[in-house]
């Protein structure tokens, strides 16, 4: 009895041994041809495609909520690449490098706060955002483009002296955000001061000035161009002691490409990026992104809110914003030729 019993056992025991390796229905059997999976991919059943990076992206970025919803911070996990992580090598990454695109990573400490939540009330502001380029005279011989980007140190103070002594405040884009979605007030004849492209003069002409009339200016960074060291640009020690001093630095994507009609992958790339990039530096989460050239689509707007930005700029000129264009915000582009009584004539405009 003992030993049938016994016998009965072993059968059973066989039994779930070799159920237990057979494969499910729908699981895969590899051979030894067989390509093997990605060790980042968990298995999925057979018939639904395997999730690439970019469909499940494509999923997490489908529209959420309201217009005027902040990036939520569940949100950020779920636009992290799903291939192996790697860490950014600390060696300065030149713009050649863009054609690898290595999945952007995000520390952990990178967890962001949510921004201010939204309060349903629907608002308006006019708060003319000044966009400055190079603050320096152009060289012998610059183009019309560059002569037309850039604004000379003298002239650059007399718009300072300008907004100072006329009864404007300089405030910066969060406390515009912050009248937009809850209604903290904003002082009289607000404005904010943008530079793009982050050129070596920002610091050199345009910081002193901003110290000596105490206003912040918001700088845009193209960051594999100041990790690469390339001339014309600051560079991180700048930026870095720039920012103790309380200005404020956010994202001009990482090279500056036309970030229309790009793939989410190339998008969240540039990203995380640019926002791993600074982070890295000066210790906070950019919440901005100044779109390169203004260039920007739907898919752009969304992967930068995933990725827990607050807004984007924009080339767009107007001055009037509002709790649902955030991400579309309009600016005033400050050309060289522009007289003090240009840039009043500018601030007073009612668009
Ligand atoms: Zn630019």
């Given at each position: 009895?003992?030993?049938?019993?016994?016998?009965?056992?072993?059968?059973?025991?066989?039994?779930?041994?070799?159920?237990?390796?057979?494969?499910?229905?729908?699981?895969s059997?590899?051979?030894?041809?067989?390509?093997?999976?990605?060790?980042?991919?968990?298995?999925?059943?057979?018939?639904?495609?395997?999730?690439?990076?970019?469909?499940?992206?494509?999923?997490?970025?489908?529209?959420?909520a309201s217009?005027?919803?902040?990036?939520?911070?569940?949100?950020s996990?779920?636009?992290?690449?799903?291939?192996?992580?790697?860490?950014?090598p600390?060696?300065?990454?030149?713009?050649?490098?863009?054609?690898?695109?290595?999945?952007?990573?995000?520390?952990?400490?990178?967890?962001?706060?949510?921004?201010?939540?939204?309060?349903?009330?629907?608002?308006?502001?006019?708060?003319?955002?000044?966009?400055?380029?190079?603050?320096?005279?152009?060289?012998?011989g610059?183009?019309?483009?560059?002569?037309?980007?850039?604004?000379?140190?003298?002239?650059?103070?007399?718009?300072?002296?300008?907004?100072r002594?006329?009864?404007?405040?300089?405030?910066t884009?969060?406390?515009?955000?912050?009248?937009?979605?809850?209604?903290?007030?904003?002082?009289?004849?607000?404005?904010?001061?943008?530079?793009?492209?982050?050129?070596?003069d920002?610091?050199?002409?345009?910081?002193?000035?901003?110290?000596?009339?105490?206003?912040?200016?918001?700088?845009?960074?193209?960051?594999?161009?100041?990790?690469?060291?390339?001339?014309d640009?600051?560079?991180?020690?700048?930026?870095?002691?720039?920012?103790?001093?309380?200005?404020?630095?956010?994202?001009?994507?990482?090279?500056?490409?036309?970030?229309?009609?790009?793939?989410?992958?190339?998008?969240?790339?540039?990203?995380?990026?640019?926002?791993?990039d600074?982070?890295?530096?000066?210790?906070?989460?950019?919440?901005?992104?100044?779109?390169?050239?203004?260039?920007?689509?739907?898919?752009?707007?969304?992967?930068?809110?995933?990725?827990?930005?607050?807004?984007?700029?924009?080339?767009?000129?107007?001055?009037?914003?509002?709790?649902?264009?955030?991400?579309?915000?309009?600016?005033?582009?400050?050309?060289?030729s522009?007289?003090?009584?240009?840039?009043?004539?500018?601030?007073?405009?009612?668009?």
């Amino acid at each position: 009895m003992t030993r049938r019993l016994g016998l009965g056992t072993v059968i059973i025991l066989f039994l779930l041994a070799v159920s237990a390796c057979t494969p499910a229905a729908g699981e895969s059997v590899l051979t030894p041809g067989s390509p093997q999976p990605s060790p980042s991919v968990s298995p999925v059943p057979t018939g639904t495609p395997a999730l690439s990076p970019s469909r499940a992206l494509t999923v997490t970025l489908s529209p959420t909520a309201s217009p005027t919803a902040l990036p939520t911070a569940t949100a950020s996990p779920t636009v992290l690449p799903t291939t192996t992580p790697t860490l950014r090598p600390t060696a300065t990454p030149g713009p050649t490098e863009t054609a690898t695109m290595p999945p952007p990573t995000v520390e952990p400490s990178a967890t962001p706060t949510p921004g201010p939540a939204p309060d349903g009330s629907a608002r308006s502001a006019r708060v003319p955002i000044l966009m400055y380029h190079y603050i320096s005279d152009p060289p012998a011989g610059a183009n019309a483009v560059r002569r037309d980007l850039s604004v000379s140190p003298a002239l650059f103070e007399s718009h300072l002296r300008y907004l100072r002594d006329h009864g404007y405040h300089v405030i910066t884009l969060d406390d515009l955000l912050r009248f937009l979605t809850s209604g903290q007030p904003l002082p009289e004849r607000p404005v904010i001061l943008t530079f793009d492209d982050g050129y070596l003069d920002n610091y050199i002409n345009a910081f002193p000035l901003l110290k000596r009339y105490s206003m912040v200016g918001h700088f845009f960074l193209i960051t594999d161009f100041v990790d690469a060291g390339q001339a014309d640009y600051m560079t991180w020690p700048q930026i870095e002691e720039m920012s103790a001093a309380g200005q404020r630095f956010g994202s001009h994507s990482r090279n500056h490409p036309d970030l229309r009609g790009q793939s989410v992958d190339y998008l969240v790339w540039q990203a995380l990026g640019g926002l791993e990039d600074i982070q890295k530096h000066l210790g906070y989460h950019p919440r901005w992104i100044a779109y390169p050239s203004g260039s920007y689509d739907k898919r752009t707007i969304q992967v930068f809110k995933s990725a827990n930005y607050w807004g984007g700029l924009t080339t767009v000129q107007g001055a009037t914003h509002t709790g649902d264009g955030i991400f579309e915000l309009s600016r005033v582009r400050v050309r060289g030729s522009y007289s003090i009584d240009d840039l009043a004539r500018l601030l007073a405009l009612d668009w």
